[in-house]
Nanobody, 122 residues
């Protein structure tokens, strides 16, 4: 069983930055593919970024950077130059199979966190 707990969300003005954290349980965390997704009100969930066990990344926003600290079992999403359109609930997810095929595909992820709200004011 894997548990994911996100933190770091909040209210920020446009142009500001936030760093989201996702703390994961599980002895094999270092082998998981970790992803960040977001869902805005009235919209479908969308892929934001993912990172493989070896550090390979996939990213939809140049303003965002995903990273992981294996020693802390934590994955981060650094978000810079935030805009109101970034407002959403951000979810951390874990793909314990470890296959890098289609990291943007939410159905490939086995565990999800509860989400953390990010609100960007104009």
């Amino acid at each position: 069983q894997v548990q994911l707990v996100e933190s770091g969300g909040g209210l920020v003005q446009a142009g500001g930055s936030l760093r989201l954290s996702c703390a994961a349980s599980g002895r094999s965390f270092s082998s998981y593919i970790m992803g960040w997704f977001r869902q805005a009100p009235g919209k479908e969930r969308e892929f934001v970024a993912a990172i493989s066990w070896s550090g390979f990344t996939s990213n939809t926003e140049d303003r965002f950077t995903i990273s992981r600290d294996k020693a802390k079992n934590t994955v981060y999403l650094q978000m810079n130059s935030l805009i109101p359109e970034d407002t959403a609930v951000y979810y951390c997810a874990a793909n314990v199979q470890g296959s890098w095929s289609r990291p943007w595909d939410g159905t490939k992820y086995d565990y999800w966190g509860q989400g953390t709200q990010v609100t960007v004011s104009s």
